[in-house]
C-alpha cells in the first residue's frame, strides 16, 4: 500500500509501481479527499480491449469527497512517446466493458525531474466516470493510459 504524500499544492500524491514496468504512476487529488488509496489492476484479471493494449495496465483509484461533487483528478504516468498517441480509457468492472474519457487532456510534462504523461480530467460523485454511479461521497474509478494496437482490423483477405 501507498502512504499519502501532501505536498505543497494542497493535493495529495499516491505513488505506486506499475507491475509490468516497475516504473510508478502517480495520482493526484484535491486535499480535500479523504481515504484516497490507488494500485494496479492485474491485466490478467480484466478483458482484453479489442483494439487497445495498456503500456502500463489499469490504475484502480477511490477517494472520499462531499456527495454529488466534481474533483479534478490528475495521473502521472513514466511513459514514453507523444500524447496524442494515448488515450485514456475507463474500465467499467461490472459491465466488463472499457470507454474513452472524453473530458480529458493528457500532456508531456516534468514531473519530479523525469519526463511523464500528465492526464488529467475531472470527475464527479455518482457521475459517468464515477464506478458505483451513486453520488454517495465516495468515487471510484479504474482508468488506463491505452495506444491502438491495431488501425485495421484482420479480415483475412489478405491485400487486394
Do not use: H, W
Request: glycine letters at 6%; proline letters at 8%.
Amino acid at each position: 500500500s501507498t502512504c499519502p504524500v501532501v505536498d505543497n499544492n494542497d493535493t495529495i500524491a499516491l505513488t505506486y509501481p506499475d507491475p509490468i514496468t516497475s516504473s510508478t504512476v502517480t495520482l493526484v487529488l484535491p486535499s480535500d479527499t479523504t481515504n484516497a488509496s490507488v494500485n494496479a489492476i492485474n491485466p490478467e484479471s480484466i478483458p482484453k480491449d479489442t483494439f487497445f493494449s495498456y503500456p502500463l495496465g489499469l490504475t484502480s483509484f477511490q477517494f472520499d469527497t462531499t456527495v454529488g461533487a466534481t474533483k479534478t483528478i490528475t495521473l502521472y504516468y513514466d511513459l514514453p512517446g507523444d500524447p496524442s498517441s494515448y488515450t485514456p480509457r475507463k474500465y467499467n468492472e461490472t459491465t466488463k466493458t472499457f470507454t474513452t474519457i472524453t473530458n480529458a487532456t493528457i500532456t508531456r510534462v516534468t514531473y519530479n525531474n523525469k519526463a511523464m504523461l500528465k492526464l488529467t480530467y475531472d470527475i464527479t460523485d455518482g457521475g459517468t466516470l464515477d464506478q458505483d454511479n451513486t453520488a454517495n461521497g465516495t468515487i471510484v474509478d479504474p482508468v488506463g493510459l491505452a495506444q491502438a494496437t491495431v488501425g485495421v482490423p484482420e479480415t483475412g483477405l489478405g491485400r487486394l
